[in-house]
């Protein structure tokens, strides 16, 4: 069954409330999802309070539900302060955004993310250097294969980088709307377009269900 640690809804730029992403993730076969709103210092605690609230869903629907946010287009001096905000309010996965070369990202945004232990994933990032993917590997901060038109364009620098790091992936969809939603076969497909090998594939797909136990004993 589908994990996906990266999805928006309608508390930021995504076309869905949590309730419809949510209902609708299970439809097609998800095990968990994890709402990841675009935030800043101006709406984190708005976006934490409304994602955790989303957890009602996960016995109305039989999936986990996440609270998370996405560190968006944030000065990297600022990041690890946000993340280690967002963790002190409930957050239970905390994305940052990416160096994509589809969008103006500030340069320097990847070494700030694989640098803060508060951490789980650096989204879309980019021509990430192999020294930024050793620090992630180094710090336990997972690197996305993203099934994001434009964003996915740097996804086979992204595999083979980590490849050689010895950094962790994970598939993400970075939902925005309905047909971003996507099953586990399709999450493969992505990973093995990237220049995975099945095993490798297979693995990073693992990766996320890793991290969805470690947050899930948390809970306890």
């Given at each position: 069954m589908?994990?996906d640690?990266?999805?928006?809804?309608?508390?930021?730029?995504?076309?869905?409330?949590?309730?419809e992403?949510?209902?609708?993730?299970?439809?097609?076969?998800?095990?968990?999802?994890?709402?990841?709103?675009?935030?800043?210092f101006t709406?984190?605690?708005f976006?934490?309070?409304?994602?955790?609230?989303?957890?009602?869903?996960e016995?109305?629907?039989?999936?986990?539900?996440?609270?998370?946010?996405?560190?968006?287009?944030?000065?990297?001096?600022?990041?690890?302060?946000?993340?280690?905000?967002?963790?002190?309010?409930?957050?239970?996965?905390?994305?940052v955004?990416?160096?994509?070369?589809v969008?103006?990202?500030?340069?320097?945004?990847?070494?700030a993310?694989?640098?803060?232990p508060?951490?789980?994933?650096?989204?879309?990032?980019?021509?990430i250097?192999?020294?930024?993917?050793?620090?992630?590997?180094?710090?336990?901060?997972?690197?996305?294969?993203?099934?994001?038109?434009?964003?996915?364009?740097?996804?086979?620098?992204?595999?083979?980088?980590?490849?050689?790091?010895?950094a962790?992936?994970?598939?993400d969809?970075?939902?925005?709307?309905?047909?971003?939603?996507?099953?586990?076969?399709?999450?493969l497909?992505?990973?093995r377009g990237?220049?995975?090998?099945?095993?490798?594939?297979?693995?990073?797909?693992?990766?996320?269900?890793?991290?969805?136990?470690?947050?899930?004993?948390k809970?306890?």
């Amino acid at each position: 069954m589908m994990i996906d640690l990266h999805t928006h809804t309608l508390f930021s730029d995504g076309e869905l409330t949590p309730s419809e992403l949510v209902h609708r993730a299970r439809v097609i076969g998800y095990e968990a999802i994890a709402i990841t709103d675009h935030a800043d210092f101006t709406n984190l605690e708005f976006l934490l309070e409304g994602a955790k609230k989303a957890r009602y869903l996960e016995e109305g629907y039989d999936i986990r539900v996440l609270a998370g946010v996405e560190i968006t287009h944030v000065p990297p001096k600022y990041i690890a302060r946000l993340a280690r905000m967002a963790k002190g309010l409930g957050a239970e996965i905390v994305v940052v955004h990416g160096e994509s070369p589809v969008e103006p990202v500030a340069a320097l945004t990847n070494m700030a993310a694989v640098e803060c232990p508060d951490v789980d994933i650096l989204a879309h990032p980019g021509f990430i250097t192999e020294e930024e993917a050793r620090l992630a590997a180094d710090n336990g901060v997972y690197l996305e294969i993203t099934c994001r038109y434009g964003h996915n364009v740097t996804n086979g620098h992204v595999a083979l980088t980590a490849r050689e790091a010895g950094a962790k992936l994970v598939v993400d969809t970075d939902t925005h709307s309905p047909d971003n939603l996507i099953t586990v076969e399709r999450a493969l497909a992505v990973a093995r377009g990237a220049g995975l090998t099945r095993q490798e594939a297979r693995a990073a797909l693992e990766n996320s269900k890793d991290l969805l136990l470690k947050i899930i004993k948390k809970r306890v």
